[in-house]
């Protein structure tokens, strides 16, 4: 296998539309979805049961598993519970340091004005699973609901046969208040509507397929989502000091996640393109999952590209909106203080994407499809509702009364301006 460095200057219409038009690929699912999400709605339990035979050859008995999390907790391997209380205490680390401050104060003489934070009452949070273990997205996902003070933080994840003790042992290092054995759109529908069992929240969060995806998309409006993710992205800036194996072995590990995964390293220096394009040859026999990830290396949203300058480089990464975003240059706060779209950004050589997949502190929760141009990922702000508060004084109603009722009269909006007028009068009578 072998890939091509590209001009970005070159770029067609059609190769422009692959690196900028990224979807989540719901669209052939919805359909399907739908059915699933009112079978769920309107048969509760039942259908969770039927939905999980069906699609993950499991039939279940108890839904609720939480005391399961715990055991495996206790049993898990001593080291593997070392790295998991390792990097569940980085991110609540990180994500303390987040809480907002209720905060009030005087604007003008009789204006008092302000902010105050309460967390959501009810969150839940999807862990993916199955045949496939992600103890770090039960970590990333439970532990800033925690933090911000959610008080029922509920966790569905695939049921299997044995479902990953590494997992349930994360989902339980991470303060989880209660666990079900339940994914796919059954368990985003359950979460929404609630079963027998299943208790409905007041927000749903969580990577999954594009089942999960296209669940949350349906549910949306009766329920709050954190935000529709697809396949994973990663984009790489490199300058002529980039070693090209590290920034080769960036793009493989994001490669290595799915097919449809985007991996791209941008460069102004032709001589670092053609070096990673052949470290990254060399270096992909090596990885277990190289089938995967030559597949995502091949697809149109993938390459190697080479711009005439880093201020073509970083026009790129900007329109392109990264979920990942890591920068290998001699200069890299000054190219990072001119890209303002990525999720989350990974500095200098010794900073790889996977710190902060697993431990470094931060979320690996991110937009993807260009969503970093509007959001960003979960944390602790995901959990929290914001209130503003104020009091005006006598003096602070007639400083801004006639500002009102103008306003107001000018909307055609009597009762408006009335409800200041009887006030102002008052106070000219001698009120408060």
């Not at 003489?109 to 967390?119: I, K, T, Y």
């Not at 049921?159 to 349930?168: G, R, Y």
């Not at 800036?237 to 072995?249: N, R």
Request: glycine share 8%; net charge negative; charged share 30%.
């Amino acid at each position: 296998m072998s890939i091509e460095v590209r001009e970005t200057a070159e770029l067609g219409p059609d190769e422009r539309a692959a690196f900028f038009d990224r979807d989540a690929g719901i669209e052939s699912v919805t359909g399907d979805v739908r059915e699933i999400v009112e079978r769920v709605r309107e048969e509760g339990d039942v259908a969770v049961r039927e939905f999980s035979s069906e699609f993950d050859g499991v039939d279940v008995g108890n839904l609720e598993i939480t005391d399961e999390c715990e055991r495996a907790y206790d049993d898990l391997d001593p080291e593997l519970r070392e790295a998991v209380d390792a990097a569940a205490a980085n991110v609540r680390e990180f994500h303390e340091a987040q809480l907002p401050e209720d905060w009030r104060r005087e604007f003008a003489d009789g204006r008092e004005l302000g902010r105050r934070f309460r967390p959501i009452d009810r969150v839940g949070v999807y862990v993916p699973g199955g045949s496939a273990a992600y103890p770090s997205s039960a970590i990333m996902g439970v532990v800033p609901a925690v933090v911000a003070g959610v008080d029922h933080v509920a966790v569905v994840t695939p049921p299997a046969e044995e479902i990953s003790p590494a997992t349930l042992a994360a989902i339980y290092a991470a303060g989880a208040d209660v666990v079900y054995q339940v994914g796919g759109a059954q368990a985003v529908a359950s979460l929404a509507y609630g079963t027998e069992t299943i208790d409905r929240v007041e927000k749903i969060v969580g990577p999954g397929n594009k089942w999960v995806t296209a669940a949350k998309a349906v549910v949306r409006g009766d329920v709050e989502i954190d935000f529709l993710a697809g396949p994973s992205e990663v984009v790489v800036v490199a300058d002529e000091t980039a070693d090209p194996e590290l920034v080769a072995a960036e793009l493989l590990a994001q490669a290595e996640h799915d097919p449809n995964t985007s991996v791209v390293a941008v460069t102004d220096d032709e001589a670092t393109a053609d070096a990673i394009t052949t470290a990254v040859t060399e270096l992909v026999r090596a990885r277990e999952r190289k089938d995967v990830i030559r597949e995502a290396l091949e697809n149109d949203a993938s390459g190697v590209l080479l711009a005439r300058s880093m201020s073509e480089a970083i026009l790129f990464t900007e329109e392109y909106a990264p979920e990942h975003l890591s920068i290998v240059a001699d200069d890299d706060e000054s190219i990072l203080s001119r890209i303002d779209s990525a999720g989350s950004v990974f500095l200098g050589p010794n900073t790889p994407v996977a710190a902060g997949d697993y431990a470094s502190g931060t979320n690996h929760v991110l937009p993807t499809n260009g969503g970093a141009r509007v959001t960003g990922g979960l944390s602790v702000e995901t959990f929290l509702r914001s209130t503003t508060v104020q009091r005006l004084s006598g003096d602070g109603l007639a400083d801004v009364g006639e500002t009102i009722t103008t306003l107001a009269d000018a909307e055609g909006l009597e009762a408006h301006a009335e409800s200041v007028r009887v006030r102002l009068e008052r106070i000219e009578d001698g009120g408060s």
